[in-house]
């Protein structure tokens, strides 16, 4: 049976054009069409990955209990991908709102102006058999979410040699002691 893969994401919003300048920065990525209902915008040869959807009624921002969709995932090749958008993305005022070492990912979580939130992640493990067996061992169990992490600490770290294999290991994130990231996610933070 054939398995389908990732085409795209409808964001309903009040503030469309904030969004959509939002995604073409976060993502590298253009308007492919916009008329005042719908924006599509595009980052790789699909012609479209985030569409917006913009109501005749503008609607408040959600609040950080409103049932709705939590967040989208992208994921980079490696630590050394993910750290140079991280670096992108801080030098034009972008930052994430938490970093969390899940352990099958290292992630860097993005709000976007709506408040949803953006993952940012590599995997940490090269099969997805390996990640399973971690989801099933002792470290997930006692914490499936994981530590917070400092990405300007990782982004000092790599450049002074440390090894992604070290750094994409929960042991590294726990050295810094940050709060528990469980409250950022939830809106409590």
Avoid at 39 to 46: A, G, K, L, R, V
Avoid at 88 to 101: F, N, S
Avoid at 132 to 160: I, K, L, N, Q
């Amino acid at each position: 049976m054939p398995t389908p893969k990732f085409a795209h994401v409808v964001l309903q919003t009040g503030q469309p054009a904030a969004l959509r300048d939002w995604y073409c920065t976060v993502l590298d990525g253009h308007v492919v069409y916009a008329d005042d209902a719908l924006t599509f915008i595009t980052f790789d040869e699909e012609h479209h990955r985030i569409a917006l959807l913009s109501p005749p009624v503008a609607h408040e921002r959600k609040t950080p209990t409103t049932a709705c969709m939590h967040h989208v995932a992208y994921t980079f090749g490696d630590l050394d991908e993910l750290l140079e958008r991280y670096v992108l993305l801080r030098d034009k005022g972008v930052t994430p709102a938490v970093c969390i070492a899940h352990g099958v990912t290292t992630s860097l979580y993005y709000q976007d102006p709506d408040g949803n939130f953006v993952e940012m992640q590599i995997d940490n493990f090269a099969e997805p058999d390996q990640a399973t067996a971690y989801m099933h061992g002792p470290e997930y169990a006692a914490d499936s979410v994981g530590p917070a992490f400092d990405p300007e600490e990782m982004v000092r770290a790599r450049a002074s040699g440390a090894s992604a294999e070290e750094l994409t290991d929960r042991s590294w994130a726990l050295r810094a002691g940050l709060p528990d990231p469980m409250g950022v996610l939830l809106g409590a933070g």
